[in-house]
């Protein structure tokens, strides 16, 4: 049994952490404990095993990306990739490998990740230091690594960033096979930064986080305090450095790198949204495990300004491309949106953290809507094409946005599609967490688990159809007769709820309710933060059942979000749906929705690998064939769900629907590009 070999010394570590009282009060129930059975996750987590991970690596081959480890080893050669950060595409990969392992036995996955960390190792300096732009030809280093280590981390050299991500997937790895390979070069590593940066010594703000999260995670496994303090420490050590305050350049201002004031200050998301989601991630982190109150209120001050003010209708952060970073309040334009797929994810890490520090549904909600929407619209159907920033609406007459239909299999910066692989196989570890007397269910997935309450064995198996259908089964089986408390989540959508704030609400209320019952009966249950609480003893083979209202909903955005004023878009179950070029005659931004259109639902398994569509008639605009009128005629328009566009061709989408026309923009047949379909 590999996968539980701890050595004799982590293991007395882990023990004494153990016995440290600060932490988060709800844990999660780990990925590898969860057994998927789906038909949603369960197909994506196989490509991702079979598909993005081995595409992953053999483009981190064909680009240089593992050469420069060789080179680095041999000190010898020219860098040979674009960014100091390509070294974290090898690192992100193993991990979403090594999670993989987890799941599906993989000697040959395994084999190859043995030899990429044995070229990793030969790469390490002797003090720990590892860094292949600097160590290829220390004497001329990437433009952006300065002359000295660290010189330029606040800037642009990434050089702890890289750390972050090697031992993120360290841990990843040590978990999944057991082996310390890759562990024990984290550790000297982790070592050399701990002895470099402190309160004492050398004083710097990350320029790009993450190394805060991986510190965390090693002290975790370890229990060695220098991890979390230095952690906290790069927490800390944010807005001590001098900018021009009055500046509205966020990299002037040090707002980019947030760095702009010290954490403690913030109260808003702001600069690039990758570096905040994973500094906010870190913060919640430390603020568990060290019960830093300031910090914990600085970190709900925060996450409330995000999901009141800058949060996408279909949860992805980052609106603004210049610095890829968040806008100012309610800055949500759609043509030129973002939403980065890495922002999507660090969104996933940040709100687990925050439910697991306060227990609330809302957390859970948003990570839902970002999981389902926002992040897996990144990655093709076929596991190998992404997006790097996913858009809101593409037109044909501006062809600038019209390329951004296209998705590619790689990117120079190709951040994207590592951040991908490494995410999905660790989908089963967001579904189930427990805290003393209470289980939670969060999000509903085909699964089964095992856990223990009051060290007593319960299984949990899960049967439903979500996204597509609203009916869930929980058969819950004690070894014996046991009290507890179970909380299902009952989702945001399914109370009147859109986000858990007033930036967005659905146009009229329902009146349809959801239902919660055990055994076929009626039961009584308390909802406490978002949970239908049910109190009880439990017997081998309970049944709970509970049916979700799935509507199809059209939504409103606060009046403030200058872009969606007059317009609607739509929602059902936990679904942002879009009008796609190839379902409604080759255009999609002539579609008029007003605010009673009814719409039907049809599922088609053989479409994009099976989903629901939602189909009405509604006003389309057209145009007559000399160009010289329009007119609008109803016609039955289709949308699918948002995260499956763009896999058939490139052409217009849109999200957000004018419920009425309120002017018309004439464009010159120069400026038109037109998709055919095929």
Known sequence: MKKILFSLSLLASLNSYCQKKNDYTIQS?????????????????????????????????????????????????KFATTFPFDDTDIYKTIEGASYSISLFADKKLEAYVDTLIDKIAKAQEPDGYLYTPRTIDPFHPHAWSGKVRWEKERDNSHELYNSGHLY??????????????????????????????GPNKLRVAPGHEIVEMGLVKLFRLTGKNEYLQTAKFFIEERGNHKYDAKSKDPWRSGSYWQDHKPV?????????????????????????????????????????NTVDKKLYVQGGIGAVAGGE???????????????????????????????????????????????YNGLISGVGLDGQSFFYSNAMQIKNNHSHTAKEGTRSGWFECSCCPTNVARLMPSIGGYVYAQSADNVFINLFVNSNTKLKVHNKDVSI???????????????????????????????????????????YTFTSPSNKFFEVKVNGQPVQYSLNKGYAVINRTWQKHDVVEVTLPMEVRTIKANEKVKDDIGKVALQRGPL???????????????????????????????????????????PVIEISPHGTSIATVNKTVTAIPYYAWANRGKGEMIVWFPTAIKDVEIVTAEAVEVAVPK
Request: aromatic share 10%.
């Open 461 to 503: 198996i899960q049967h439903n159809n979500y996204p597509w259908d609203g009916g869930l089964k929980f058969i819950i089986t004690p070894k014996s007769d046991l009290d507890f408390n179970l909380a299902i989540r009952i989702p945001g959508w399914a109370q009147n709820q859109v986000v858990p704030s007033t930036l």
């Open 576 to 618: 942002v749906y879009c009008a796609e070029w190839v379902d409604n005659d080759g255009k999609a931004s002539n579609i008029i929705l007003p605010t009673n259109t009814v719409f039907a639902k049809e599922h088609k398994s053989h479409l994009l690998n099976g989903v629901t569509v939602l189909t009405a008639k509604a």
């Open 29 to 77: 129930v780990n990925f590898n404990t969860v057994k998927l059975t789906d038909n949603f996750w369960l197909p994506r987590i196989k490509i991702n095993h079979t598909v993005t991970i081995p595409a992953s690596f053999a483009r981190c081959e064909s680009t240089g990306r593992v050469k420069n480890f060789e080179m680095a080893a041999a000190k010898s050669g």
């Open 325 to 371: 970073r968040f806008g100012d309040n309610y800055e949500l334009p759609n043509a030129t949106a973002y939403n980065e797929t890495c922002a999507a994810i660090a969104n996933v890490y940040w709100n687990q953290r925050m439910f697991l520090l306060h227990g609330d549904a809302k957390y859970i909600d948003v990570l839902e809507k970002s999981l």
């Open 168 to 197: 993120e997937a360290a841990v990843a790895h040590f978990y999944a096979t057991g082996k310390k390979s890759l562990l024990n070069i984290a550790l000297k590593n982790a070592d050399l930064v701990c002895s470099v940066f």
């Open 264 to 304: 403690v200050d913030q109260d808003e998301a702001v600069g690039h949204a990758v570096r905040a989601g994973y500094l906010y991630s870190a913060v919640a982190d430390v603020a568990a495990l060290t019960g830093d109150e300031k910090l914990l209120t600085a970190i709900d001050r925060i996450w409330q």
